[in-house]
């Protein structure tokens, strides 16, 4: 569905500037709390720091490629161990991320090529990031299962699902090939494809969608290793940024409070350097911090800061940035300034369903707050089923939440209902059929 925003941490980062000059944020109020830095600092200051990050990774172009950490074979006959003489790519996918399912025919066309050629090119779909906490190995293959199934001629190649490592905490499982190949090359974003020559070496590391010509120059032998891993490592310096957000972000779930103000400042500097120009940046954090449930004692003053200076970037124009914005003022209890600022948002969104929805689900996110947001939410949400003529399902299935946090529970099951009946793709339909069973249960 489209209406969450944004979609992953991938998503800021992926159009960040790699330098900007200080802007809104620096003048900014600091914050002092447990978790922000003892006292503002001054974009040369916040660069310094940035320089004094460490974010070497363990596995490169030209490296030895790491084993196959393979839990299930849930298409195609299984592979034991990568072998020299065969070149393999090994796609990282998960279902839920929508760019990795548009990526999907791409990768089945390479394969089909490659496969009718008689070349020994070997292509695995690797799932990783999939884990869900309320399902056991067997029901996640039988999720993959299904996935791939319903793929059909889309999706012929080698399907496996990672290994796991219980969390000794309660927490999210470890995948291994997520440790051992992303993080470990400094990768946080899928789909992400590795090409392991036959002589299993990492030859390169990137998007599916560019993978075409890299993978017929290293089939035919024409590849420049040395080249590639050059460039490769001028690439990994450019993930600085975002490798230092997505550990600032892992800092904020930490029991530990130094690790979470060191994380905080973290994000600070990143705001005056790094992202000093990306409006999305300092709404997307400020977003985490509001409504993430396992960020630990979140400083919704520091969110409030941020989500102001992402309204004042974008002349107060982006409805997302407004709702932020006053969602961060509630959870700060300056109820009246929330309610003015989500009431700008909505009438900046007024004509635009696909913000309206995106925005009325946010709102229905947190239910500690729902005595002020769910009016909002519901205006919204039936502003954009308005717009859309009540004809599309996952905005249906926004309004009917909204009515059901509402208290108007026979209108949410007959709206949900409608919700079922306008959704033609069958993962989504299922899910909103479960929606309505659990909205019937509870009528």
């Not at 309320?134 to 990672?162: C, H, L, P």
């Not at 899928?190 to 075409?212: K, L, S």
């Amino acid at each position: 569905m489209t209406r969450r925003f944004p979609c992953t941490l991938a998503t800021v980062v992926s159009t960040a500037l790699v330098a900007g000059a200080p802007v809104a944020f620096a003048q900014a109020t600091q914050v002092a709390s447990e978790q922000a830095a003892s006292q503002a600092m001054t974009a040369a200051e916040a660069q310094k720091y940035i320089d004094a990050q460490n974010v070497g990774h363990d596995l490169s172009v030209g490296d030895k490629a790491p084993k196959l950490h393979v839990t299930d074979w849930v298409q195609g006959s299984p592979i034991k161990a990568m072998e020299n003489g065969t070149t393999y790519v090994v796609e990282m996918w998960a279902e839920w991320c929508g760019p990795c399912v548009r990526a999907i025919p791409h990768v089945n066309e390479l394969s089909k090529k490659y496969n009718a050629m008689g070349e020994d090119v070997v292509f695995i779909g690797m799932n990783i990031w999939d884990d869900k906490p309320d399902e056991d190995a067997d029901a996640r293959r039988s999720r993959i299962e299904r996935f791939v199934e319903n793929q059909g001629s889309k999706m012929t190649y080698r399907v496996a699902i990672e290994e796991t490592i219980p969390s000794t905490d309660g927490g999210r499982a470890t995948g291994l090939m997520a440790r051992d190949w992303m993080t470990a090359a400094g990768r946080n974003g899928i789909p992400c494809a590795f090409i392991v020559d036959d002589e299993g070496r990492v030859a390169w590391i990137g998007h599916p969608m560019q993978m075409d010509e890299p993978l017929q120059q290293i089939v035919a032998g024409d590849y420049d290793m040395k080249a590639a891993a050059s460039e490769s490592g001028a690439g990994a310096a450019a993930q600085k940024g975002p490798l230092l957000m997505q550990r600032a972000m892992t800092g904020l779930r930490s029991d530990d409070s130094a690790e979470r103000a060191e994380a905080y400042k973290t994000l600070e500097a990143l705001a005056l350097t790094t992202y000093a120009e990306e409006p999305r940046f300092f709404t997307w954090v400020a977003q985490q911090v509001i409504l993430a449930d396992d960020i630990v004692s979140p400083d919704y003053a520091f969110a409030t800061r941020l989500a102001k200076t992402g309204a004042d970037m974008t002349s107060w124009s982006e409805p997302m940035s407004v709702a932020v914005l006053g969602l961060a003022n509630l959870k700060a209890e300056d109820i009246d300034q929330g309610r003015e600022y989500l009431s700008m948002a909505m009438n900046l969104a007024r004509a635009d369903e696909m913000e309206l929805n995106a925005i009325a689900w946010m709102l229905l996110e947190d239910e500690s707050i729902h005595e002020f947001t769910a009016p909002f939410a519901r205006t919204m949400a039936e502003q954009a089923v308005d717009l859309t003529a009540w004809q599309q399902g996952d905005i249906l299935d926004t309004y009917a939440k909204a009515l059901w946090v509402s208290g108007q529970t026979d209108e949410a099951v007959e709206t949900q209902q409608k919700a079922v009946e306008a959704t033609a793709d069958p993962q989504q339909k299922a899910a909103l059929q479960r929606r309505l069973e659990e909205y019937r249960a509870g009528a």
